[in-house]
C-alpha cells in the first residue's frame, strides 16, 4: 500500500515535472540552451502565481433620498461646489464610474421638492439600524436623525458628461432631472460664487443584488467620495433605456453645453 509520505513524494514530482515543461514552453533561456535550465524554472512559478492587483471600490456619496432617485431614473443629474472635507473644499471629479453611497449626512426634507416628498420615508430603506429604522415622523422634525449602522448599495452610475455652470437660468432649467427644490439647487451655486457648478450627468445602473456595507467614522462629514472597504461588482442593467438616455442626454446638453463642458 501506498503510504502518505510516498503518495506526496509523487504528487510534488509531476506538479514540478509540469512546470518544468511549461517553463520550457513559455520562456525562453538566457543562455540560449535547447536543454531546460535552472533559471527558466525559476521565472515560471513566479510569474504564474502573481496575485492580481487589489483595490478599493470608489464611492460618490449623495443623499439617500437622491440615491433611490438616481437608482430608479427619476433623477439623471448631480450638481456639485465642494465638501469641507475636500481638498481647498472644491469638487473634484476623480473618477469616470462609481458606486452610490446613500447618506443621511445633512438630509434635508424642505430641500426635497414636494411631488418627491413621499420618497423621503422610503429612503429609509437604503440605511439599516441595529436598534430599528427611525420613525418616518423623525424626517421632518428638526435636527438629523440618526445615522444608519450600514447603507445598502443598490446602482453604480458611470459618468455621460461633465459641465460647470454659472448661470442661475441654467440650474432652473435643469430642474426635470433632479428631486431636489430649484431653491436648494440655486444656493448650491450661489455658495462660493467665485467658482461654477459642476452639474455631472450620470448613466445609472442597478445592481442585481443590494449590497450592505458597514459605516465608518470616516465616511461621515462633507466629502464625496468614499473608499468602500468590500468588493463590489460593476454590473446590473441602466435605469433607463438607450433610447430614453439619449434624449435626456441631448436635452440635458442642450441647457448646459453652451455654457462650459468640461474636457475628460
Not at 449623495?62 to 427619476?74: F, K, P
Not at 452610490?100 to 423621503?120: A, I, K, M, N
Request: a neutral charge; proline letters at 7%.
Amino acid at each position: 500500500m501506498e503510504t502518505t509520505i510516498a503518495r506526496k513524494t509523487r504528487d510534488f514530482a509531476a506538479t514540478f515535472e509540469d512546470l518544468e515543461k511549461l517553463a520550457y514552453n513559455r520562456w525562453s533561456c538566457c543562455c540560449g540552451s535547447t536543454s531546460v535550465c535552472a533559471r527558466r524554472i525559476l521565472i515560471a512559478p513566479v510569474n504564474l502565481f502573481v496575485p492580481p492587483p487589489s483595490y478599493m471600490p470608489i464611492a460618490f456619496k449623495e443623499w439617500a433620498v437622491t440615491v433611490r432617485a438616481l437608482a430608479e431614473g427619476e433623477q439623471l443629474v448631480t450638481l456639485r461646489k465642494g465638501g469641507i472635507r475636500e481638498p481647498e473644499r472644491h469638487f473634484s471629479l476623480e473618477y469616470d464610474r462609481f458606486f452610490l453611497y446613500p447618506t443621511f449626512d445633512h438630509q434635508r426634507p424642505d430641500l426635497v421638492r414636494e411631488s418627491h416628498q413621499p420618497e423621503l420615508s422610503r429612503a429609509l430603506e437604503e440605511g439599516v439600524w441595529t436598534d430599528g429604522e427611525p420613525h418616518p415622523h423623525a424626517l421632518h422634525r428638526p435636527g438629523e436623525i440618526a445615522q444608519p449602522d450600514r447603507v445598502r448599495i443598490r446602482a453604480w452610475a458611470e459618468v455621460a458628461a461633465h459641465f460647470t455652470v454659472t448661470d442661475r437660468r441654467a440650474v432652473d432649467a435643469l430642474s426635470p432631472f433632479y428631486v431636489w427644490t430649484t431653491d436648494y439647487a440655486e444656493k448650491r451655486l450661489a455658495w462660493k460664487r467665485r467658482h461654477p457648478l459642476h452639474v455631472i450627468l450620470l448613466r445609472t445602473y442597478r445592481i442585481p443584488r443590494p449590497v450592505t456595507v458597514k459605516v465608518r467614522d470616516e465616511y461621515h462629514g462633507c466629502r464625496s467620495w468614499l473608499e468602500l472597504t468590500r468588493e463590489l461588482p460593476f454590473e446590473g442593467t441602466p435605469v433607463l433605456s438607450d433610447e430614453e438616455f439619449e434624449r435626456a442626454f441631448e436635452e440635458i446638453s442642450s441647457i448646459a453645453s453652451d455654457r462650459q463642458m468640461v474636457m475628460a
